[in-house]
């Protein structure tokens, strides 16, 4: 007979911002130590491994550097930048009862004086498990009557635009790549931030398969593919309504997917005319005749995929770059074959029942009665510092509460974010594992957990398959999630409505919307129960089962989401609101075509790390060993360097009208003439105390009011 195994094994899943959404198994000893973390081997798309970020976990997890125990600022610290390791001597341990006490009562007190919407809470994907990123908090926020905070940083455009062309973001599955015989990497650093996408992209070919990846950095997918096409910032449309030109005057169409499943294409026809090679070659930098092989191949391969990722939509004319790419799927029918169309999000296709997890109508219970006023994460500088001073926009911000975020290292126009935090009369809280750049500036730090810490559930942006991540282990010290703080501090404040003593299992009944039958009322989800899904850890939607032989295309046939239920390229909405029904080349305020230029002539890309999420990991040892071969970086072009004076190594100065940044040239060929890039990095481990953020502007996206990180002008200059 065996002996029983001492060791446990946990189905987690990791809850961090990225689209691969991993089955995670972890062994757990007798002591409740979590040993061991793996990728679930039973899991279609992670295929029983991490990336080198989430491999080494248990490092954040034990960290000696966590946060275990509810602080507050020790009385006349002021706020600001604090050296790594010296952050303890500017706060002080107090239980969580003194904690949530005085948080309540200060919030009732900004409440009552300035009223509830001078109360802004800031998150976002820290954690992008469904009650994590979403649940509690609304509610207490709703009831309380603080601002509405609109999300829009990450990929709002992009979804927005995707949303106009096909109705919702759906795409191509991760397994379907493997039948693909062109793949285009649009804007999309697979190998850094996507991997779990690489085995069946490595699969397709070994089969024949062509890899081509369009972006201005020579990423590490692009260091990997069969064509690495270099185009400008910002040019995405420009160079997709030039392959239009190309692919319909060569008649290259499918005229009877075209006929059936779209509307508007006579109008499109006519903007692509607008497009020709050579006038699209000046735009992006590349030459009229790799334009025309890009189309020819595109059109004349089948099945072609192209995986879009949200970097193509952080410019000005986002929204306008991710619908052109978007459409020619649907111009060569591409949606018709198995390992053919397109994919940005598949996050669409996840039904989860956010009105029972949110309450929004609470809003009307709160003292304001009414739905409150909408802050654009995108300009936090602004909300802080001017909101406030046109009477029409209601109360100053007077305490932001900050959790699943960084936003002193993310946000844009950082030296007015910081200017904003600094405060003294800002009341802030924040919920985190470590001391961040926001923490720096905070009134009062709050413990959080890991994702092996908390229940969740959880679906997806890169697959299809809903999970269960189950709690492997005790809270470290007095580490609390999300859901157990809200509902301590509405307890706390009075907030008398049940829903806030729901345990996370009732709330995640709730957003899997259980019926009696113990089945999800959730489109797509009618075959899912929780039973099951705690048994076997992850199941496949509805539609992506396969039953037999009828493999799941997205797109490809039937009505869709869209008001005319095709494929729009032509937005009669958009044109109702006064903006461009089709897409366009306009560029951007920052750009060489500007005449910002003239002073500022170098486009910046502040680009992320392949070894962090965003901020996350960045302060972690091993994770930094990683980056080390790049850390303080600029990155020039030949010439650039050469009208100059910059030889590598130099120390130069990265500046614009809004900040300035320290780095040190680095003259490799990643960019191609006239672009310099920096990785972004937490702003307290430089040596000046800011990253790439002093850069970066509040103007926003053409679409959907996000943030426009990549239209951005610079100078370089030695040191």
Not at 30 to 46: C, F, L, N, S, Y
Not at 69 to 88: A, F, T
Not at 337 to 358: D, I, P, Y
Not at 606 to 620: E, H, I, P, V
Request: aromatic residues 8%; proline residues 6%; contains cysteine.
């Amino acid at each position: 007979m065996d002996a029983v195994s001492p060791f446990r094994v946990v189905h987690a899943v990791c809850s961090h911002d990225c689209p691969d959404s991993c089955g995670v198994l972890v062994t757990v000893n007798p002591e409740g130590r979590a040993v061991k973390i793996q990728g679930d081997p039973a899991h279609p798309v992670t295929q029983g491994f991490l990336c080198a970020k989430v491999a080494k976990y248990l490092d954040r997890v034990y960290s000696p550097e966590r946060i275990l125990y509810p602080l507050k600022r020790k009385p006349g610290v002021p706020k600001g930048p604090l050296r790594k390791g010296y952050e303890q001597e500017a706060f002080e341990r107090i239980s969580w009862d003194e904690a949530l006490d005085s948080i309540a009562t200060r919030l009732m007190q900004i409440s009552n004086e300035h009223g509830p919407e001078s109360i802004l809470p800031y998150s976002y994907a820290g954690t992008i498990g469904v009650l994590g990123y979403g649940s509690m908090d609304r509610r207490f926020f709703h009831r309380l009557g603080a601002s509405r905070l609109d999300r829009t940083i990450c990929s709002e455009a992009g979804g927005v635009a995707w949303s106009l062309v096909y109705g919702k973001k759906i795409g191509i599955a991760p397994e379907d790549f493997r039948h693909s015989k062109l793949i285009l990497a649009w804007g999309s650093n697979i190998h850094g931030n996507n991997v779990h996408l690489w085995p069946f992209i490595e699969q397709a070919r070994r089969d024949g398969a062509r890899l081509i990846v369009i972006d201005p950095y020579r990423t590490r997918t692009a260091a990997l593919a069969d064509w690495h096409i270099s185009i400008r910032p910002g040019t995405d449309a420009a160079l997709a309504l030039g392959m239009m030109h190309v692919i319909l005057n060569e008649g290259l169409e499918d005229r009877a997917y075209i006929a059936e499943m779209t509307q508007g294409f006579d109008r499109l026809a006519e903007r692509a005319r607008e497009y020709a090679p050579q006038r699209v070659a000046a735009l992006t930098g590349m030459t009229a005749a790799e334009i025309e092989q890009l189309a020819r191949e595109y059109a004349t391969t089948h099945p072609t995929a192209i995986r879009l990722n949200y970097g193509v939509q952080r410019s000005e004319n986002g929204g306008a770059n991710i619908r052109a790419i978007a459409m020619l799927p649907a111009i060569t029918g591409a949606w018709r074959h198995r390992g053919g169309g397109a994919v940005l999000s598949t996050s669409g296709a996840f039904a989860w029942n956010r009105q029972a997890l949110e309450l929004p109508n609470l809003q009307f219970a709160s003292p304001l009665g009414r739905e409150a006023r909408l802050v654009n994460m995108s300009t936090l500088g602004h909300a802080l510092i001017e909101l406030g001073s046109n009477p029409d926009d209601g109360p100053p911000v007077h305490a932001l509460f900050v959790y699943n975020s960084n936003p002193g290292a993310v946000a844009p126009n950082q030296n007015a974010v910081r200017q904003g935090l600094a405060r003294p009369d800002l009341f802030t809280v924040a919920h985190d594992l470590f001391f961040t750049d926001t923490t720096d500036y905070a009134d009062c730090i709050l413990p959080a957990t890991t994702f092996l810490e908390h229940i969740d559930i959880q679906g997806a942006y890169g697959h299809y398959f809903a999970q269960l991540s189950r709690q492997a282990m005790e809270p470290l010290g007095e580490a609390r999630p999300n859901t157990w703080l809200f509902s301590q501090l509405a307890q706390r404040m009075g907030f008398s409505e049940s829903c806030f003593r729901d345990t996370p299992e009732e709330m995640i009944r709730q957003a899997l919307a259980i019926g009696p039958d113990g089945h999800s009322a959730n489109n797509g989800m009618e075959h899912i129960t929780l039973e099951e899904l705690e048994k076997r850890g992850h199941i496949p939607l509805a539609f992506h089962r396969r039953p037999g032989e009828h493999p799941f295309l997205p797109n490809a046939s039937g009505s869709l989401p869209t008001p005319s239920g095709k494929v729009e390229f032509y937005s009669e909405s958009l044109a109702a609101a006064g903006l461009d029904p089709l897409p366009a080349f306009n560029p951007p305020s920052e750009s060489r075509w500007s005449a910002a230029a003239n002073r500022y002539p170098l486009e910046f890309l502040g680009r992320k790390a392949d070894n962090y999420m965003n901020s996350t990991f960045a302060n972690l040892d091993g994770h930094r060993k990683f980056e080390a071969r790049t850390a303080n970086l600029l990155e020039m072009h030949a010439g650039d360097a050469q009208s100059r004076s910059i030889a590598e190594g130099d120390q130069v100065r990265v500046f614009n009208a809004r900040g300035a940044i320290y780095l040190t040239a680095h003259v490799n060929g990643s960019v191609p003439p006239g672009v310099v890039a920096a990785r972004l990095d937490w702003a307290k481990l430089s040596s000046e105390g800011v990253n790439v953020n002093a850069l970066t502007s509040e103007r926003l996206t053409d679409l959907g009011a996000g943030a426009t990180f990549y239209s951005t002008l610079v100078e370089v200059a030695k040191a």
